[in-house]
Nanobody, 123 residues
């Protein structure tokens, strides 16, 4: 099992940047695929980005390609989500998650979840 703690959310204006962090702990972390999902009230939690444990592969949702970057720092047991050119529709609670597969975008593959961090983008 992997324990995940997110940080870095906040209120920003459209066009601004924000970086989310997710610190992981637990013996399974070193071989975990780490991902970010987001959820707004009344909607399903949706995939945003994922990175393989070795950083060799990344996946992105079409809605964030070219604006968001996911990267892991194994030395710090942390995965980051750099979000640029933010839009109001990016507003959501962002969740960090871990999966035991090498790389995946499937929500059902992620067995460990953080508590979430709120991102609000004003227009």
């Amino acid at each position: 099992q992997v324990r995940l703690v997110e940080s870095g959310g906040g209120l920003v204006q459209a066009g601004d940047s924000l970086r989310l962090s997710c610190t992981a702990s637990g013996r399974a972390f070193s071989r975990a695929c780490l991902g970010w999902f987001r959820q707004t009230p009344g909607k399903e939690r949706e995939f945003v980005a994922a990175v393989s444990w070795d950083g060799g592969s990344t996946y992105y949702a079409d809605s964030v390609k070219g604006r968001f970057t996911i990267a892991g720092d194994n030395a710090k047991s942390t995965v980051y989500l750099q979000m640029n050119s933010l839009k109001p529709e990016d507003s959501a609670v962002y969740y960090c998650a871990a999966a035991t597969t090498y790389i995946t975008a499937m929500k059902t593959d992620f067995g460990s979840w953080g508590q979430g961090t709120q991102v609000t983008v004003s227009s």
